[in-house]
């Protein structure tokens, strides 16, 4: 699952700020509770349960993401719908290179089957090959980046002390292009500043952190409003203690149950 109002950016304190270290990620496997945190009188909406089991791995070339989801939707006047997904990504780290599979099933039917590959070339843009369901081709805009390099400059930018930034970004999740992601980024906090940590203990949220709004607009939309927007609070280490998907007429909320470390490459 990768989730409305006008965006206002905090504007940006990069001139001040000190240089920024190196993003250091740590891969790691994390599971998040996922509950309805709330919902309009008018969206039919009455609850929602589930779990969310995120793996961010690393190679010597590359990371690996595998996010797997289960959601059951309660409705006020409809059966419950029962959302299963299981979305695997490789991506390079010279950021050229990205492979994408979806598999996801809507009360134990196949309800998406999605797989392809893209690539980048900078200032010439890039292009998404779709291999399932069908043969397609999406180019995408110069400068546009794939997940993780646009999670690693969220930290980096949020570093270096800037509060708004915006990027085309591809994942693969849709039978679709690019989408326009705004991300505003609030004031850094440190380790003693997340809730999260007198629940699960860990040193991998033991960290600095900042509170992440991000909406994202399809490349070809018109619209003013985002498709949906994601809160996280987002460690400089890659993890995020908790999220939020903002659907406009719901909301969403991931909140992390377990985690743990997992090795670096010996490269």
Known sequence: ???????????????????????????????????????????????ATGSLAYQWGESCDGWTIEQRYKLSMQYEQDQPVDINSNFVTWESKDGKSYRFNERRTRNGQPDEDIKGDATLKGAKGGAAVFVHPKDQTFDLPPGALFPTAHTLLLIRKAQEGEHYISADVFDGSSVDGAVDISAVVGPKMDAKANPASTEVKSPLIDRPSWNVRMAFFPESSKDENPDYELGMRLMDNGVSSEMTIDYGDYVIKAKLKEIQALPKPAC
């Open 1 to 47: 699952m990768i989730l409305t109002a006008a965006i206002t950016a905090l504007g940006s304190g990069a001139a001040v700020a000190a240089p920024a270290r190196p993003v250091e990620v740590q891969p790691h496997r994390a599971l998040y509770d996922m509950t309805l945190e709330s919902a309009k009188p008018n969206s039919g909406v009455v609850g």
